[in-house]
């Protein structure tokens, strides 16, 4: 299996511009979930889903922020606009049902918002 | 979910072992401990994880005190390219219903 897979790997734009990050789970893995991490706040989850559900987003820092899952196979985080403080590393993370909390992390999108 | 306390950063030598402890007091009885680590610039990474029996894989031990209310992430010899900040998450068994928090780790630091 080729794990998470995150895409793009980096994401340089310039405020107010939409920025679209997506993740790959790995097959058959029935949660998913987004992180965001600063070296201010650390690692810090925005939302996360289970079946393709939006179980709890508690995390996501204002209305610009938007998750979907349209099926069990891809994911994306949205900023729309994207401003200067949404710089970070965007991790996106997937894990088995019955298979306690073990989650296996993506690469992670370097987003830089000038 | 309990609530976790570690040392913000240790060293260890090449070739020694590394204990990287983790409290949490706070623990309830259907609640497992996890560990992950993070090398710089990557994905954090599943380690191991128990409940209240000492655990082993090929990574690393997992020893938790009978009490629970503590446990010990154990590197048996440890190498450069285990220099990471380690993670110590407790869950409860309702993972449908929860979520993970990451505190701020312990960044191990190995050296020759």
């Known amino acids: 299996d080729a794990g998470v897979i995150q895409s793009p790997r980096h994401e340089v734009t310039e405020m107010g511009q939409e920025v679209t990050l997506r993740c790959k789970p790995i097959s058959g893995h029935n949660s998913l979930f987004w992180y965001r991490q600063t070296m201010m706040r650390g690692l810090e989850l925005l939302i996360y889903?289970?079946?393709?559900?939006?179980?709890?987003d508690s995390g996501m820092p204002e209305d610009r922020f938007s998750a979907k899952m349209p099926n069990a196979s891809f994911s994306t985080l949205k900023i729309q606009p994207s401003e200067p403080r949404d710089s970070a590393v965007y991790f996106c993370?997937?894990?088995?049902?019955?298979?306690?909390?073990?989650?296996?992390f993506g690469p992670g999108t370097r987003l830089t918002v000038l | 979910d309990a609530k976790t306390t570690q040392p913000p950063s240790m060293d260890c030598a090449e070739g020694r072992a590394a204990n990287l402890p983790c409290n949490h007091s706070t623990i309830s009885g259907n609640e497992y401990v996890y560990w992950y680590r993070q090398i710089h610039s990557q994905g954090p990474q599943y380690i191991i994880h128990?409940?209240?029996n000492n655990e082993t894989n090929e990574m690393a031990s997992l020893i938790i005190t009978e009490d629970r209310k503590s446990s010990t992430l154990i590197l048996p010899h440890a190498t450069l390219r285990d220099t990471a900040v380690y993670y110590c998450?407790?869950?409860?068994?309702?993972?449908?219903?929860?979520?993970?928090?990451f505190g701020d780790g312990t960044t191990l630091t190995v050296k020759p």
């Open positions: 998450i407790v869950r409860g068994t309702n993972t449908n219903a929860g979520k993970s928090t």
């Open positions: 889903f289970n079946n393709n559900v939006p179980i709890d």
């Open positions: 993370a997937s894990r088995l049902a019955g298979g306690g909390d073990t989650q296996y």
């Open positions: 128990g409940l209240k």
